[in-house]
């Protein structure tokens, strides 16, 4: 063998190995993957696993689910985005992400150019945040804290749907000592998930959370009102409420051991209308809250990051998890609320869920997001938590949000939405 | 004349082999202390893009004016200061009882140093389930002897008091370790000395013993007690620092300040104002031990 020929082996070889290496490189470019955040609820995470097969086969864009805890996702989500990572494409969130809003991706391009969310909800696209005019979310699984209470024992104890916060303590009240010898409780609440706490202030508090020259500020008599209001119901609780999780309060409310629970209905909608899990199926209703204050809006929405590679991916991923077909099918299956109004005229669900529909549709509708940050929301559950256990007064309590309020800063399309919600003092 | 020549050489062959890992420890240690020391003396916001402004001492009076920041502090102190004492003496006895040669003994070491080797997270989580007021073991169990098991997670005084025995739960192990160590270092013939002598098992203990650990003690207590005041991940996994802010101890507080509010300048201006606490105690101690082991 000459060396010529030796050469001209290596030469060929190695022009092969480079073509090779160069297709392979082009193929796995261009091979199309995004990831998702979601909250590892065992709901949304869990449907948004179960619709990736589907989805991968349609579009041929592989999707990576990655599911948090609540607190961790707004961690994971606001570290990617502060850091240009780039590594989640679609984020799950809400207002509390207001700090990061300009590191999300405008979506009304993609908003017109597909008609999106014609038959969503009224209203609903436009509770979306926005930032400099801008859509940046758009919204699935909406919920709006509920009190849910069991229509059997209410009937019983001649208790008609009670109007007022007093109206309801005092049904509370009224319920706990008639079912006593039962073990029923007039109400029920998760105080032991801290982070649900702001609801006793938000549902009773009638009036402003920043001030016009934009400080947060609470409206000190309102808001002790409100906090006094919520403590006094915790009076009609079991023993140990302070410590319950939400799946505890849910449960108590579940086995019949008690006549209120107030809570995200999507967390135990599924759960309660199931005879295998519950005791109350069919002897449950959703309450419209007195029209003080606002249901606490949970809307989830979902971004796309700035820093996405393949931002068109990350549509059509939206797209499809948010689509009205799926909305029918998560409701049924997960419980996970709908953002389209078909599902609740649906003559199949209204069967089904008739009892339910009525409170949830008139919670939804006066739903807001509070427009509070992450801090901000923070510093209020633990301060309602010091109530709840004694260690200080509700006027302490407002006094001391008021002060560390005062040295937080509202990001600007906070401000804005606290305008257009009417929680904004002028 | 060639001897020195050699040595220099040699020298400068150690620098030189010392040097990756010189460079190494400045990389991965100091660069990230001294960024963090610079920031604290800086206005720096990780989420709007402007440029870096020296505000001198700010960040540092914004915290030390900051009640959330003296009540953290003052958790982790008293969390430390109990802790510490607490871990030392049962740490102490049970390597009092279990130090020698015999299987038993070497036996009950090991079961008795698994809680130090779980991983702290697990740990919590663990004894959040425990601790659980419906569902958990320990309420179950003083259900059957008759007692209606508190609140555990649920009450400041509790909730306190449950970190605290987490902590001691999972480090007395530490201190048992080091004791059964410090101990069977003790040369044998001092015992027989102080046996032949008439000494009792008390006086043995109070004159021998106890002096000859003492400079390991106070080493442990350093180790213990700044480990104590940095504690986080049993906050984490189970009070997440409530109810309120009863357990909120200072690195948590500065964690969450970094982590999920981004306010990183003052997150660096606490964090340095912890260290340097941290420093002093353990000057004091060192000192402390070095004049012990004078003395010995």
Known sequence: MSKKFVRKVFFVTYIIIVIGMVTAGICFSQEREITATYMASGTYDVAAKELVPEFERLTGIKVKIAAFPWAILREKNMTDLITGTGK???????????????????????????????????GLMKKCQRYEGYQIGVPYGPDAYSLLYRTDLFKKAGIGIPQTWDAIIQAAKKLDTLYEGEGIDGYVFSCGAIE???????????????????????????????????KKLLEYAPPGVLGLSIDEANAVFLQGKAAMVECWPSFIRAAANDPARSNIVGKWAVLPYPKVGFPWLSM?????????????????????????????????????????????????????????????????????????????QDFLASTISQVLVGEITPEKAVENINTKWASLEVPKPLIEMAENSGLKAK | ??????????????????????????????????????????????????????????????????????????????????????????????????????????????????????????????????????AGLINYLLQKIGINGPNWLATPSTAFFSILIVDIWEWTPFAMIIFVAALSSIPVDLFSAAQIDGASRWQILRYITLPLIAPITVLIVLFRFIDSILVIDIIYTTTYGGPGFSTNVITFHIYKQALKYFNITYAAAASWILQIFCLLVAIVLLMCSGKLQEKI
């Open chain 1, 88 to 122: 989640y494409d679609v984020m799950s969130g809400s207002y509390y992400l207001a700090k990061v809003y300009e590191f999300f991706y405008p979506m009304d391009k993609y908003i017109t150019k597909d008609n999106y969310g014609i038959s969503m909800i009224s």
């Open chain 1, 196 to 230: 649900q706490l702001p609801i006793f202030l938000f549902t009773k508090y009638n009036g402003t959370f920043i001030t016009a020259d934009n400080k947060y500020h609470l409206e000190p008599r309102e808001a002790i009102q409100a906090i006094k209001k919520s």
């Open chain 1, 300 to 376: 989830w929405e979902m971004f796309i990051s700035r820093y996405s590679k393949d931002k068109d991916a990350a549509w059509e991923w939206i797209k499809f998890y948010t689509r009205e077909k799926n909305a029918k099918y998560f409701f049924t299956k997960y419980g996970i609320g709908s953002a389209y109004t078909s599902t609740y005229q649906d003559p199949e669900l209204l069967e089904k869920y008739g009892h339910d529909f009525p409170g949830i549709l008139a919670n939804l509708k006066r739903a807001k997001n509070p427009p509070l940050t992450g801090e901000a």
């Open chain 2, 1 to 134: 004349m060639k001897l020195s020549k050699f040595k220099q050489s040699e020298n400068i062959l150690f620098i030189l082999f010392l040097l990756p890992a010189f460079f190494f420890i400045v990389i991965a240690q100091f660069y990230p202390l001294l960024y963090s020391f610079y920031i604290s003396f800086t206005k720096w916001s990780l989420i709007k893009w402007k440029p870096i402004a020296l505000v001198g001492l700010s960040n540092y009076q914004r915290v030390l004016q900051d009640s959330l920041f003296k009540h953290a502090f003052k958790i982790s102190l008293i969390f430390a200061c109990i802790t510490t004492p607490v871990e030392l003496v049962i740490g102490f006895l049970l390597a009092y009882m279990i130090t020698g040669e015999r299987k038993i003994y070497k036996i009950t070491r090991t079961i008795l140093v698994i809680p130090m080797t779980i991983a702290p997270v697990a740990v919590g989580t663990i004894w959040r389930m425990l601790l659980n007021t419906r």
